[in-house]
Structures are given as structure tokens and as C-alpha cells.
């Protein structure tokens, strides 16, 4: 016997908005997702905050050591680009660390 498949949620086009601002305020936005319990409850504004929220963290770090801070923020303005079409934006190491964590 086949088990149902519950089908996910819609993406609205105001979960597109949330995630995208999430990608290009990280990691501001992506806390204060995170924070607010209704737009938490929507997986796919989940995904992007926190990913989004890792990203911020690695582009705070990064940038002081490398310099490299206008090649992270375009791949993020691409990344928010994605999540706006209403795609699961993939980061190789980071979305298969956050989905191991069970944070996503």
C-alpha cells in the first residue's frame, strides 16, 4: 500500500518576496524571518532564511579576510534572483549541511 504524499503548501508570490529580501539583507532579514512565527511555518521561506542567514555569516567572515566581499553579494543577488522565480536555490555544502541538521 502506497503511502498519500501530502503535497507542499503553494509558494505565494509574497514567500517569493521574503526569501529573495532574505538573500540580499542577509543576514538581517534572515533573522528576523526566523523570528517571526507565521513566516517560519512556510518551508519555503524557512530554506532561504536559513540559508540565506549561513550565507550572511561566511560573507561577514570572509570579507574582512579575503576582500572578496562584491563576489559573495553578486552570488547572493543571484541567489535572491532564483528564490524570486520560486526556486530551491541548491549551495552545494550548505544546503546539504542544513538539511542534515534538520533546520530546513
Given at each position: 500500500?502506497?503511502?498519500?504524499?501530502t503535497?507542499s503548501?503553494?509558494?505565494?508570490?509574497?514567500?517569493?518576496?521574503?526569501?529573495?529580501?532574505?538573500?540580499?539583507?542577509?543576514?538581517?532579514?534572515?533573522?528576523?524571518?526566523?523570528?517571526?512565527?507565521?513566516?517560519?511555518?512556510?518551508?519555503?521561506i524557512?530554506?532561504?532564511?536559513?540559508?540565506?542567514?549561513?550565507?550572511?555569516?561566511?560573507?561577514?567572515?570572509?570579507?574582512?579576510?579575503?576582500?572578496?566581499?562584491?563576489?559573495?553579494?553578486?552570488?547572493?543577488?543571484?541567489?535572491?534572483?532564483?528564490?524570486?522565480?520560486?526556486?530551491?536555490?541548491?549551495?552545494?555544502?550548505?544546503?546539504?549541511?542544513?538539511?542534515?541538521?534538520?533546520?530546513?
Open positions: 500500500m502506497e503511502t498519500p504524499v503535497p503548501p503553494e509558494i505565494t508570490s509574497d514567500d517569493k518576496l521574503w526569501s529573495a529580501l532574505a538573500y540580499v539583507f542577509s543576514p538581517l532579514v534572515s533573522i528576523i524571518l526566523l523570528l517571526m512565527e507565521d513566516k517560519k511555518a512556510r518551508p519555503f524557512k530554506f532561504h532564511a536559513v540559508q540565506s542567514l549561513i550565507l550572511g555569516i561566511i560573507y561577514i567572515v570572509l570579507l574582512p579576510l579575503f576582500g572578496c566581499g562584491a563576489i559573495i553579494w553578486l552570488v547572493m543577488l543571484f541567489f535572491a534572483y532564483k528564490a524570486y522565480q520560486g526556486e530551491m536555490v541548491q549551495v552545494p555544502v550548505i544546503t546539504d549541511f542544513i538539511k542534515n541538521q534538520g533546520w530546513a
